[in-house]
């Protein structure tokens, strides 16, 4: 293994951070890893962008100048992908197919977690439990997450 090199990650005192759609991100990664640290943001996004704007995949993001990461942000807000890559097909407002990264993300998926608890669907209710809510066994999982049942409260009073 002579030929190898020793690989050494950089103290974060040494590392430049680039915010890319209001995250932080060290700009000594790759920039195909690098967006895949957004919220929303999967490697075949990230894989997407890299084909359609024409960028090297392992130019470093730091190496980019403001004009380029600028002109990536504004793809990244209007993806022209197609629809089984976005993350919000025929949404439940809009009917659109919509691609939402960030924190927007993080506030949708509240707000569907709300709805489901409030028209009281399956989902929802299991939601409401702590408990998994796609079908996974619950005999040996899960035993962490459980809440405890009214059952169990009322005989320990």
């Known amino acids: 293994m002579e030929g190898k090199k020793d690989y050494k990650r ?12 209001g995250k ?3 700009g000594d990664i790759k920039i195909r890893s690098a967006l895949t640290k ?15 704007l024409e960028l090297d995949q392992n130019v470093k993001l730091q190496d980019f100048k403001k004009d380029e990461l600028k002109k990536i942000e504004e793809f990244m807000k209007n993806l022209e992908v197609p629809s089984f890559l976005k993350n919000r ?10 691609h939402i ?8 998926k509240e707000f569907d977690i709300k709805r489901l608890k ?4 399956y989902k929802g ?10 079908g996974q066994r619950t005999k040996a999982n899960f035993r962490r997450n459980r809440k405890p049942s009214v059952a ?3 005989k320990k009073g």
């Open 118 to 121: 409030k028209i009281r669907s």
């Open 101 to 108: 990264s960030g924190a927007d993300l993080k506030l949708r």
């Open 152 to 154: 169990a409260a009322k």
């Open 24 to 26: 932080d991100i060290r």
């Open 38 to 52: 957004v919220d929303g943001v999967s490697w075949a996004i990230s894989n997407a962008v890299c084909k359609v």
């Open 10 to 21: 950089k103290k974060e005192e040494d590392v430049i951070l680039v915010r890319v759609l």
């Open 125 to 134: 209710v299991r939601h409401v439990a702590g408990l998994p809510v796609r």
């Open 89 to 98: 097909q025929n949404d439940l407002e809009s009917g659109e197919d919509l």
